[in-house]
């Protein structure tokens, strides 16, 4: 049978679509959160963050959004092109998270369809 | 500036064997940190170092060795590989450890097949 925790959410958007892709985070308290892209095989890169100051920030193709009243979080891809294929995941910051004040998200699979 | 370096990118272990991830950075960063990442779930925390001669646990320390001797490098020793030991393992560096805003960067993967 299928094995609860091993799937990711998934997101399959059609090409030049945009996507938008949610996080909820876990505590009211971080102040830093941070978009990670992972594709295939290699390790995450950065993408975008934002500091709890700010609600929105754009960068090239995509925009993140924070709403603090319901700790969510968003990244919207612009125009979605076969190279986001890609696991996405939020992290956030806070002084008292973990260890080292990281919490990641488990992400989600984006899927481009042609 | 190649950032953050891993070495091996795979290794396959028998049960028992002891080896080393090696974890090199060339960002002058003074945090770095291990997390190991397995299917369906987030990048867990094994141990971190926020600068040369201190480290400390992190969420998953178990079976798990590290040092920091210089700013550079942070090695991981598997003491006595395990099945449950087979992960995908990521080295990363930030500036600083607490300070919000500090970007981690993180290595390209070490796949590691423990049997």
């Known amino acids: 049978g299928e094995s609860v925790g091993l799937h990711l959410p998934t997101l399959s958007v059609q090409e030049g679509d945009n996507s938008i892709i949610n996080c909820a985070y876990s505590?009211?308290?971080?102040?830093?959160f941070i978009w990670y892209k992972q594709e295939s095989g290699k390790g995450p890169q950065f993408i975008i963050d934002?500091?709890?100051?700010?609600d929105k920030r754009q960068g090239q193709r995509v925009t993140v959004l924070l709403n603090k009243t319901v700790k969510h979080l968003s990244l919207q891809i612009a125009a979605t092109q076969p190279g986001d294929s890609a696991v996405y995941f939020c992290?956030?910051?806070?002084?008292?998270?973990?260890?080292?004040?990281?919490?990641f998200g488990k992400g989600t699979h984006l899927i481009i369809q042609p | 500036n190649a950032g953050v370096t891993q070495t091996p990118k795979f290794q396959v272990l028998k049960t028992g064997q002891s080896m080393t991830l090696q974890c090199a950075q060339d960002?002058?960063?003074?945090?770095m940190s291990w997390y190991r990442q397995d299917p369906g779930m987030g990048l867990r925390l094994i141990h971190y170092?926020?600068?040369?001669?201190?480290?400390d646990q992190g969420e998953v320390p178990n079976g798990y060795n590290v040092s920091r001797s210089t700013t550079e490098d942070f090695p991981l020793r598997l003491l006595s590989a395990a099945p449950s030991q087979t992960s995908v393992y990521f080295c990363?560096?930030?500036?600083?450890?607490?300070?919000?805003?500090?970007?981690?960067?993180f290595g390209e993967g070490s796949w590691l097949t423990v049997v």
């Open positions: 990363a560096s930030r500036p600083n450890q607490g300070a919000a805003g500090n970007t981690i960067y």
């Open positions: 505590n009211s308290a971080s102040d830093y």
């Open positions: 934002i500091r709890s100051n700010m």
């Open positions: 992290a956030e910051n806070w002084t008292g998270g973990g260890a080292d004040g990281l919490t």
């Open positions: 960002m002058n960063h003074e945090y």
């Open positions: 170092s926020v600068g040369a001669g201190i480290t």
